[in-house]
């Protein structure tokens, strides 16, 4: 299985610090975000990367070339136009070799036993689709992910604030079929201009009977959005909130 990590993103919401780091080198606890994003995936089994570059991207392949200092082979792929998380992931179609691969956008860390579950729920279950979430206040800022049972039922992309009745928001970390591919290549933008995961799930649920199985993170699993300012500087000067492993 190969696991692809969205790092192309302009990070307009992490400036001034952007100005000089594409947002998934930040530095934290003494490495970049990415490479903890990395050794999580790698500790979950596996050992094959896609990372999907675009913004500053000399600074990740300068850093990581093609892996195996950290033990993994990583391919690289530009995405020279910045227009959604489902225009990039379609850029890896013709790299991904195996039924299903993993996904994580690359400013979204989590305790490194949510990458294994991912993958122990896919061993033991065999799903098409699994979709993890973590519990927010109102997920207004991600997806809005409602469940039947342990399945997801609806998925909202940016719902208006206040607006929703679950406290799971789509933590931006998947496992996920090839039958994503057809739906992307025909999905019609969003409102933001964009092509989107999240909506293009929402229509093989809505249409193509796709059962998407959802793991709900706990309140004692660490979760870190380093596209968001203000939760950076609260994550890289309090030690209480990293407890990854």
Known sequence: MKAII???GL?????PYTDDYQKTMLP?????????????????GIHDFI???????????DYFQDGRNWGIKIDYIEQKSLNGTGEAVL?????????????TWGDTLVSY???????????????????????????YKGAAIYLNNQYCSEIIEKPPKGTSSTNINN??????SKKIFNVLKKQKTSVRGEI?????????MKHLNWQVRVFKMSKDHFYGDFGDLNEYEKLKNDSRWFELS
């Open 196 to 204: 989107e995961i999240p909506e293009s799930i929402r229509f093989g």
């Open 91 to 103: 850029l890896c179609e013709k790299l991904i070799d195996n039924s299903v691969f993993f996904l």
């Open 171 to 176: 933590a931006g970390i998947f496992l996920l």
């Open 113 to 139: 036993d949510v990458y294994k579950e991912v993958i122990e729920i896919y061993r033991n279950e065999n799903p098409d689709f699994i979709l993890v979430g973590n519990l927010v206040d109102d997920p």
């Open 6 to 8: 969205l790092c192309a």
């Open 28 to 44: 934290f606890k003494g490495k970049p975000v990415l490479e903890f994003i990395i050794e999580g995936i790698k500790r979950a």
């Open 11 to 15: 990070g307009k919401r992490m400036k």
């Open 51 to 61: 990372l999907v570059v675009g913004y500053r991207k000399e600074q990740i392949i």
